[in-house]
């Protein structure tokens, strides 16, 4: 296998399957299947799409402060904005816990799941829209924020936890703050849905398939890729929701 080159990206090749969603997804054309596996062929604009979109997480930012870690590395308030670079205003004091991820096209659905573990109780989303430098980095952020809604809402949970804005957040900082969030009940469930691999797999195809096609130019009407989302979420909460029960009900056999 070949060694992991890139300064911008890592890859562990124990983890890569192979999928090549990453080449498929780079806005830029860096990424090049060699092998088998993904390499660097063109420039990284790092903008961390190919991370965010990989089924199994073989792919990690080169640099720690973007790293899952690394963005993570903060004191959770009840409310987390994720936002690209531009939409920060250096120097404020938001009311928030502001994560700058340079490009929206980062946030991996496990960064959302991460942050409600960690405690905080809404999180919202801050694209450049159709301005974005690494479009449609920006259009697949907010398809992956659609399908934490969902699941959220599969788990019991208000999917209005989670909301997308383009530019200032400002305004809808103060709106998530009036809804009065509890924690979120189930966080755990939450973190390993997003980390199935044919879950990830389906979100990270989503905005291409319904938007631009296959390979043939096929493309899959939104209501049927959006069902297609719907049934994957369901089996991933049921056999989720029924090992958390089994773990209850061995500890429960070990500690009689």
Known sequence: MPESAPKTILVDY??????GI????????????????PVMVGK?????????????????MAAEKFTDEGLLDTEMKDIVVFTCRRNVEKGKDYDATVISLLCSARLDPYLIAE?????ARAVLLSTCGNNCRNYPGSAEAKYRLEAVRMIL???GEDGERVKVVEGNFEDAIEELRTKNFEALKNADILKNAVLNRDLRAI???MRGIVEEGNVYGEKIDYERYMKVLEEAIDRAVKILNYLKEFEWR?????DS
């Open 203 to 205: 979100i990270a195809r």
């Open 22 to 37: 990453c080449v498929q997804l780079c806005p830029h054309d860096a990424l090049e299947l060699k092998d088998g596996v």
């Open 153 to 155: 809402e599969k788990l």
């Open 44 to 60: 990284c604009k790092v903008c961390g799409l190919c991370s965010a979109s990989c089924i199994t997480k073989a792919i990690s």
């Open 250 to 254: 061995d500890q429960d056999f070990r």
């Open 14 to 19: 124990n983890k890569c399957i192979s999928c």
């Open 115 to 119: 942050a409600f573990s960690r405690g």
